[in-house]
């Protein structure tokens, strides 16, 4: 029952939402009226929920999942896939990544927090044969997901369970490292030794590009988001310190290069 439970929790937000909307309805508001009531109080307590539990909890996580007080996402790992595209970051998120790490021919690149390695395997394309990728995250769910994807995609990239926190490369090493949708994943401490290992993995003049929570462009994300302005560790990227918290890791430049679906945003970063 529980496996099963489990396997179906995914759909107790969509649930949360339409009953929320049904209940407000019936109380008079116009179906519009109701939605936004239901985003405004049923949004943030998923968001406060989820992140209570994936912090406190290592429910879910596969034995050789590598211990990190950052959040593994091993319980995402079967459904991540088919997931990401549905929350609006599929292919031409992908591609705007890629478009923005300018990757050349025959580039080394990391990608710290691959999960299934969809953007680790568009790299190995953008470098071709004479380059070098591998993805790297502790979660052993993710990392298998992703060896399976490569293999059967035919894809040269490489994948390896580590933390960012100590990468097992020398210094360096990369032209490129990209960190897509992971930094929100660390506590602050946590994110600026990571940052720290990701710049000494880096060639002088090598660059990072992060894409990441960031200062909500919209109302209605503020309306749905604040509760990750009391969370530490996003209340750095949601405030709009990207810029100054690159800057603080030792890098020399940080610039936003652009944004998605009015909170995400794109970093270009200087070794
Ligand atoms: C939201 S996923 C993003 C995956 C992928 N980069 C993408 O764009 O789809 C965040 C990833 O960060 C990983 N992660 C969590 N803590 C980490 C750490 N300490 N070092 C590296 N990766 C970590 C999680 O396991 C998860 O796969």
Request: aromatic share 10%; hydrophobic share 50%.
């Amino acid at each position: 029952m529980r496996k099963l439970m489990r396997k179906w929790n995914w759909l107790c937000p969509p649930l949360m939402m339409a009953v929320a909307v049904w209940i407000f309805t019936l109380l008079g508001f116009t179906v519009w009226a109701a939605v936004f009531m239901a985003l405004l109080l049923v949004c943030p307590a998923i968001i406060i929920y989820a992140l209570v539990k994936m912090t406190r909890s290592k429910a879910g996580l596969s034995p050789e999942t590598l211990h990190t007080r950052g959040m593994p996402l091993d319980v995402l790992a079967p459904i991540y896939d088919r997931y990401c595209p549905l929350i609006g970051l599929g292919r031409a998120f992908r591609q705007t990544t890629i478009r923005y790490a300018e990757l050349m021919s025959g580039d080394s690149v990391l990608d710290v927090g691959c999960g299934t390695g969809v953007l680790t395997r568009l790299a190995a394309l953008a470098v071709g044969p004479t380059g070098y990728v591998i993805g790297i995250d502790p979660a052993a769910k993710m990392i298998g997901v992703a060896k399976k994807n490569a293999v059967e995609q035919g894809s040269q990239a490489e994948f390896r369970l580590a933390v960012i926190e100590n990468l097992p490369f020398e210094e360096n090493r990369f032209d490129c490292v990209l960190s897509s949708a992971m930094l929100h994943h660390l506590p602050p401490d946590v994110k600026m030794n990571g940052l720290s290992e990701v710049k000494r993995v880096l060639k002088p003049g090598g660059r990072l590009i992060v894409v990441d929570v960031d200062r909500p462009a919209i109302f209605l994300w503020w309306v749905i988001l604040w509760p990750l302005l009391f969370w530490s560790f996003t209340e750095e990227q949601v405030k709009g310190r990207i810029g100054a918290l690159m800057l603080r890791a030792g890098f020399s430049r940080a610039e936003k290069v652009g944004s998605w679906g009015g909170f995400l945003g794109f970093w270009k970063v200087y070794k």
